[in-house]
């Protein structure tokens, strides 16, 4: 199976298990770009109000939703997995401002109808994407001078660092309950991240490493902003 697949299967059970056990993740009052609620927040995508916003990889939709409740920005939620986007459409469908689309984030990139975003942001998806192709098609959908934000795995939970080669490796995804899942994720060194955006045509302001408060626990995040060059 190839990569894309494999995710797409991951993902689509992932959210199956959290629908089969009515799992309700509590309202964020953040942007959260690692995992431990602390770090920078929603400062690093610049002015929101009104400004035309992708998430790419929305998951259940809690990011945008808090992005145009409290900061006014008008947001497209792109999320590939039907029952994560299922549980995302079940809770925030009627909030204004946001629209929620099921499409693979490349996919939805390429259509000809598709909007040019004055920012792109990505918590946690960007992983699970090749980048080549999903920086190729951002390229030309973040207008000149718009930012590019995301976060990405630097260190998993067994404290195995980033890769110098663009290739995906296997990591595991566990369910909350007991059980796991397989997915395969480019988890990429700063420079290497900087290296295919600086050929995709954006120009990187800011990386930062995201550590967990506690010294015992190795995962590290790497959160970079980019914004899109003027041609
Ligand atoms: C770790 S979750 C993060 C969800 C959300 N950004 C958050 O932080 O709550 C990653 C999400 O990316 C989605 N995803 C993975 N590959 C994708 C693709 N090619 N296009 C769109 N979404 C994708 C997955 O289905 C999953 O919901």
């Given at each position: 199976m190839d990569d894309e697949a494999v995710n797409g299967r991951a993902w689509a059970r992932y959210g199956q298990h959290h629908l089969d056990r009515g799992t309700r993740l509590p309202e964020v009052e953040r942007l959260d770009w690692g995992f431990w609620g602390t770090g920078p927040g929603a400062e690093v995508l610049g002015d929101l109000p009104g400004k035309r916003v992708l998430d790419i990889g929305s998951g259940t939709g809690r990011y945008p939703a808090y992005l145009a409740l409290a900061h006014g920005a008008v947001v497209d939620a792109v999320e590939a997995s039907p029952t994560q986007h299922l549980r995302a459409t079940a809770r925030y469908s009627d909030v204004p401002g946001v629209s929620f689309v099921r499409a693979d984030a490349v996919d939805f990139l390429r259509r000809e109808a598709a909007p040019v975003y004055d920012i792109a942001y990505s918590v946690h998806?960007?992983?699970?994407?090749d980048p080549h192709q999903l920086l190729d098609a951002l390229a030309c959908r973040v207008r000149e001078g718009g930012s590019l934000v995301f976060s990405v795995l630097h260190t998993n939970s067994s404290g195995v660092g980033p890769e110098v080669t663009v290739a995906p490796r296997e990591e595991i995804l566990p369910l909350a309950g007991g059980g796991e899942l397989t997915v395969r994720m480019w988890v990429l060194s700063p420079l290497l991240w900087e290296d295919l955006l600086v050929e995709a045509g954006f120009l990187v302001e800011r990386i930062t490493v995201l550590r967990a408060p506690e010294r015992s626990n190795p995962v590290t995040c790497t959160l970079i902003v980019a914004r899109r060059r003027h041609s």
């Open positions: 998806a960007f992983g699970y994407i």
